[in-house]
């Protein structure tokens, strides 16, 4: 039975953990797949630290946690979630990133599953803004800032996606391998450099629309103005890297 292979940054969530968690493994998938989680713990605070662990405790099967002695970031988590399940992954197995907080929907999995039926796609992308309801204030913004990322992205590496921000990443095993070692941005740059890589490495990318509940700063939200402007480096560095050699991955 092919797997879906969760792999969720976790730092000071503890008001969300549990709840996303019992989500996650709930979460329907189409016929013949399972889920498991992989937490990585990235330097919380003793009594978030806590929940995580009592979280992986009280499910003995389908997830483990790993845990970083200090905060690294969110894409130095997800590298080391990653080469977890690399070291055990079958390769008609895919692996999806989900967030710590609530504002993702597990829901979702089955949709961003079912998009790779597309055998030519190597790779899905949530896109949060497909809706047509009216957005106000800081969503707006936030999606016009998401929106320029996305299109200077786009125009580097020519992928045409729509939200290249998006947590929701599902790789197929093998397009996971062949970019894991390109992967070195420690915070949210990660979002851009994985962008990057797929599309040196020749990778069609899908896209699928996904519910969004985004927090604000006041509840927990950790990334900064800096992280955008460390986006833009991210994305001209990564237009200038040569592409491996011998082709892609699928």
Avoid at 18 to 45: F, H, K, N
Avoid at 124 to 132: K, S, T
Avoid at 172 to 197: D, K, M, N, W, Y
Avoid at 213 to 225: D, T, V
Wanted: hydrophobic share 45%; charged share 25%.
């Amino acid at each position: 039975m092919p797997v879906l292979h969760v792999v969720m940054p976790v730092f000071n969530e503890g008001t969300t953990l549990e709840e996303i968690v019992r989500r996650v493994l709930a979460a329907p998938l189409p016929p013949g797949w399972r889920a498991e989680l992989t937490m990585v713990d990235d330097g919380s605070r003793p009594e978030a630290a806590r929940i995580a662990e009592r979280c992986a405790a009280s499910r003995p099967s389908g997830v483990r946690l790993l845990a970083h002695p200090r905060n690294r970031g969110k894409g130095a988590a997800l590298m080391t979630g990653f080469d977890a399940v690399l070291a055990s992954a079958a390769e008609d197995d895919l692996v999806l990133v989900q967030d710590a907080d609530l504002e993702y929907d597990p829901h979702d999995y089955a949709a961003l599953v079912r998009r790779l039926d597309d055998r030519s796609l190597g790779a899905v992308f949530g896109n949060r803004w497909a809706g047509a309801e009216r957005r106000t204030g800081y969503r707006r913004m936030h999606e016009l800032a998401n929106g320029l990322l996305t299109a200077l992205s786009n125009r580097a590496t020519g992928l045409g996606v729509h939200d290249m921000e998006c947590c929701y990443k599902l790789l197929r095993v093998p397009v996971l391998r062949a970019i894991r070692p390109s992967l070195t941005e420690e915070r949210f740059g990660i979002e851009p450099q994985v962008a990057a890589a797929l599309a040196r490495n020749a990778v069609r990318v899908g896209e699928v629309p996904v519910a969004y509940a985004p927090r604000s700063f006041a509840e927990g939200k950790k990334i900064r103005w800096t992280d955008g402007v460390r986006a833009l480096w991210v994305i001209a560095r990564e237009r200038a890297r040569r592409a491996p050699a011998g082709g892609g991955a699928r």
